[in-house]
């Protein structure tokens, strides 16, 4: 089965910088590569995500890159500010009418220092 | 458009105690996800369901079960409590045949098994 694998564990970066978390997943039949950001004591929520036929994509300040030969993708946050302090997780799945087969990475604990 | 809800919000119970916790949702999905968090291990899947009437087993199935006897209501059921399941208990949903694949989460019940 599908195994993703997530790093750093825990970032701290200046208010300003750029952060950027990687993830690598096993099976080469995932197409879709979803990133969520969960806020301490809320729940999960999508911010930004990828299918297999695009290799990047942006949304203002976040982006995620996608590297289908060495199955891995990253997500970058540029200009960090200190409402990006979060818990963040990238995932994987075969993709459509495979939703259910969505499998997480462990997560990377993001801070800001101002 | 109250998304997705989680009852209850917070439980404690002994060990050997039952308990249900609800997830209802109200954008017509048809697939919903019952995880659990734990610190350093990111989302796991613990049940899911693609329609009405269907369960399926994830990737940490045991000491639960769950059914779906309505298409807004996925429940979780814990027969016979363990400390084992303190956790966080997030329910998902996420509608067939939408590309993005995007699983919207609920607020998250908060067990603790003594």
């Known amino acids: 089965g599908e195994n993703v694998e997530q790093h750093p564990s825990t970032l701290s970066v200046q208010e300003g910088d750029s952060a950027v978390i990687k993830c690598t997943y096993s099976?080469?039949?995932?197409?879709?590569f979803p990133w969520y950001k969960q806020e301490l004591g809320k729940r999960p929520q999508l911010i930004i995500d990828?299918?297999?036929?695009?290799g990047e994509k942006k949304d203002q300040r976040i982006a995620v890159t996608l590297n289908k030969t060495a199955k891995h993708f990253s997500l970058h946050i540029t200009e960090t500010q200190p409402e990006d302090s979060a818990v963040y997780f990238c995932a994987a799945s075969p993709g459509y009418s495979s939703a259910s087969k969505i499998i997480f990475g462990s997560g990377t604990r993001l801070s800001i220092r101002p | 458009n109250a998304g997705v809800t989680q009852t209850p919000k917070f439980r404690v119970l002994k060990t050997g105690q039952s308990m249900t916790l609800l997830c209802a949702q109200d954008?017509?999905?048809?697939?919903m996800y019952w995880y659990r968090q734990d610190p350093g291990m990111g989302l796991r899947l613990i049940h899911y369901?693609?329609?009405?009437?269907?369960?399926a087993k994830g990737e940490v199935p045991d000491g639960y079960n769950v059914s779906r006897l309505k298409k807004q209501n996925f429940l979780l059921g814990l027969e016979s409590a363990a400390p084992s399941q303190t956790s966080v208990y997030f329910c998902?949903?996420?509608?067939?045949?939408?590309?993005?694949?995007?699983?919207?989460f609920g607020p998250g019940t908060r067990l603790l098994v003594l």
């Open positions: 369901s693609v329609g009405e009437g269907t369960t």
């Open positions: 954008m017509n999905h048809e697939y």
């Open positions: 990828i299918r297999s036929n695009v």
């Open positions: 998902a949903s996420s509608y067939e045949g939408q590309p993005e694949e995007t699983q919207y």
């Open positions: 099976d080469s039949a995932s197409n879709y």
